[in-house]
């Protein structure tokens, strides 16, 4: 077959979820299958990280705006390498394309009630485009992908679609997320100067539930003899104050460091030498950043929503999202609890084993072998 493989952001610098995902599915494919043909279809980028190789072609398309370069080079290029089916990879699709569709719905958030606190231009115009687009390209799906058992759920429900046409795929993480860590394991000390720390991605998009997991700090440090510091990624000083302001806690500002975009190759570094992750989102389709922490021993503070529970299985450290308290207790027993602590370490790394990319990227051949055409 020819397969195309829509990967638009792939050569960016500041990569996220759904480009992680679909990048570490191209590097298996192309050592595990030397049958069919590829095209790989990507936005010039700098970081050059995956070559064209005997039937792997990495084809540069060049155009403005991510809607143009999607709903008309995009299926232009299809159309030129005579592809048998295009892979679009990033929950929408061209609206119009000659050839059969198979999409990755990694979720379906922008069909739930929309957070009008989410001042985010380019988050609101996702959200718009992604709601204009995923109804009309429904028809052309022979198959939908998505990333576990909560959205494929959720995808059947509201989309009204037959059991046979969704496919759940779990993702996986790299295998330098692990416990040992080399000689010169100090990457860490780029963005924070001692260990032992809380660590928390936050956003300005408001399912991160980045203000309450502040609130639940603010607790904690009421309460601890230890008082770690907290490791508050990927989010501005400016945000941090404004939450602080609205709830008069600008005393705890000193205990938290901020840091912007964290490279990949620093994370394993950043979550070995981390006390405990927090990852209390409101809503996740899956949470690769999950896998990644417990791979590396790392005990994670998660939310019992969504897609959460089902990924950090039955003995993970669960709690109300919308509960500060709930949140700020957790953070507390895990240091005052010494068998509770080593156990979730334990825990998590037996889980995170039952994952990777090796699996994802099996499954995800074995539908292509598969596709009606």
């Not at 390209?137 to 995808?155: A, G, H, M």
């Not at 700090?217 to 939450?243: C, E, G, T, W």
Request: hydrophobic share 40%; charged share 20%.
């Amino acid at each position: 077959m020819k397969i195309g493989i829509e990967a638009q952001r792939i050569f960016r610098l500041n990569k996220h979820g759904m480009d992680y995902v679909i990048l570490e599915e191209l590097k298996r494919l192309q050592q595990m299958d030397e049958d069919n043909e590829y095209y790989v279809f990507v936005k010039p980028g700098p970081d050059k990280c995956l070559k064209s190789s005997k039937n792997f072609h990495v084809v540069s398309i060049a155009c403005p705006s991510y809607p143009l370069w999607e709903q008309l080079a995009l299926p232009f290029a299809a159309e030129k390498y005579h592809v048998d089916f295009l892979h679009c990879t990033s929950n929408t699709a061209p609206i119009r394309c000659h050839c059969p569709l198979l999409l990755t719905l990694h979720d379906i958030i922008f069909l739930e009630k929309r957070d009008k606190g989410n001042k985010s231009l380019y988050q609101n115009m996702g959200w718009f485009y992604r709601r204009y687009v995923v109804p009309r390209i429904l028809p052309q799906c022979k198959r939908i992908i998505t990333v576990s058992d909560f959205e494929r759920n959720n995808i059947l429900s509201k989309l009204h679609l037959t059991d046979e046409q969704v496919v759940r795929i779990y993702n996986g993480y790299n295998d330098w997320f692990a416990q040992e860590s080399p000689a010169d394991d100090n990457d860490y000390q780029k963005y924070i100067n001692q260990d032992g720390y809380f660590f928390f991605f936050g956003n300005t998009d408001p399912k991160k539930n980045t203000e309450r997991t502040i609130l639940a700090y603010a607790q904690y440090l009421q309460q601890s003899k230890v008082k770690r510091r907290l490791l508050l990624a990927d989010f501005s000083p400016k945000r941090l104050h404004q939450i602080l302001d609205r709830h008069g806690l600008h005393a705890i500002a000193a205990n938290i460091v901020l840091t912007d975009y964290i490279v990949n190759q620093h994370l394993p570094s950043i979550y070995r030498h981390a006390f405990a992750m927090l990852y209390t989102s409101l809503r996740e389709s899956f949470g690769i950043p999950l896998l990644e922490a417990m791979a590396c021993g790392t005990p994670v503070v998660t939310s019992n929503t969504s897609s959460m529970p089902e990924i950090a299985g039955e003995h993970a450290v669960l709690v109300d999202p919308l509960s500060v308290s709930d949140i700020s207790a957790m953070m507390l027993r895990l240091e005052e609890d010494t068998f509770f602590y080593a156990s979730q370490r334990q825990w998590g790394l037996q889980r995170a084993a039952l994952f990777s990319w090796e699996s994802t990227a099996k499954q995800l051949l074995q539908i292509y072998k598969e596709m009606p055409l």
